[in-house]
């Protein structure tokens, strides 16, 4: 395939809504993973899959927020009730998973509440 | 917990002279270290790692677990090397990545 890839990659959404984030990982990959950036900051963690079960969701703000891979290829991000505070690009990435294995980042969708 | 600092946030140099970007972390266990770079409109793409002890488009970067830091090297920096570039740290195999804050660096003609 071509990459990890994010739908969409812009939008604009307005306070109160609902929103959902999408991504593609590279084929065969296990591992996935999202992360948040904000304006002059790094990428921060917020939940990593492996297959279809949620290993690691330390990284999530609060309970707005939920992902799901329900056949441990596709991931979707949602987002309940956003609030300007959530404004940010999301990154998705993958990895084949294991030692020594390299993550590759989709180019992000770029969430803006008004 | 994990943290990654760049303590510099711009770095602008004249093409050929020497660059270093600086990383320091905090782990009390032994992470990997790893330099992630962003060009113009391009998605986060791994440089190097330092398990990998390679040189990738001329850049170096070494493990100094006494200092805790992972500062990366280039001699003669060339414009093309314009870009953001991230240190992240991983703590074990498929653990997240800890991203420090990025740099941009800038090189000028």
């Known amino acids: 395939g071509a990459g990890v890839s994010q739908t969409p990659s812009n939008k604009v959404t307005e306070k109160g809504k609902y929103v959902e984030l999408r991504c593609d990982p590279i084929?065969?990959?296990?591992?996935l993973y999202w992360y948040r950036q904000s304006l002059g900051q790094g990428p921060e963690f917020l939940i990593y899959?492996?297959?279809?079960?949620?290993?690691?969701d330390s990284g999530l703000p609060n309970d707005r927020f939920f992902a799901v891979r329900p056949e441990g290829s596709v991931s979707t991000l949602k987002i309940q009730r956003t609030e300007r505070g959530d404004s940010a690009v999301y990154l998705c990435?993958?990895?084949?998973?294991?030692?020594?294995?390299?993550?590759?980042f989709g180019q992000g969708t770029r969430l803006t509440v008004v | 917990a994990q943290r990654v600092t760049q303590p510099e946030k711009l770095l602008s140099v004249f093409k050929g002279a020497p660059v270093e970007l600086k990383c320091n972390y905090s782990?009390?266990?032994?992470?990997?270290l790893f330099w992630y770079v962003q060009y113009s409109r391009q998605r986060l793409q791994l440089l190097l790692r330092?398990?990998s002890r390679e040189s990738i488009k001329g850049f170096t970067a070494d493990l100094n677990k006494g200092e805790t830091s992972f500062h990366l090297k280039k001699p003669f920096a060339q414009e093309e090397d314009s870009a953001m570039y991230y240190c992240?740290?991983?703590?074990?195999?498929?653990?997240?990545?800890?991203f420090g804050k990025g740099i941009t660096l800038s090189v000028r003609p």
């Open positions: 084929s065969g990959h296990t591992a």
């Open positions: 899959f492996q297959g279809t079960g949620a290993a690691d």
């Open positions: 992240a740290l991983r703590t074990g195999a498929n653990s997240k990545l800890t």
């Open positions: 990435a993958s990895s084949y998973g294991g030692e020594n294995t390299e993550a590759f």
């Open positions: 782990y009390s266990g032994s992470p990997e």
């Open positions: 330092h398990i």
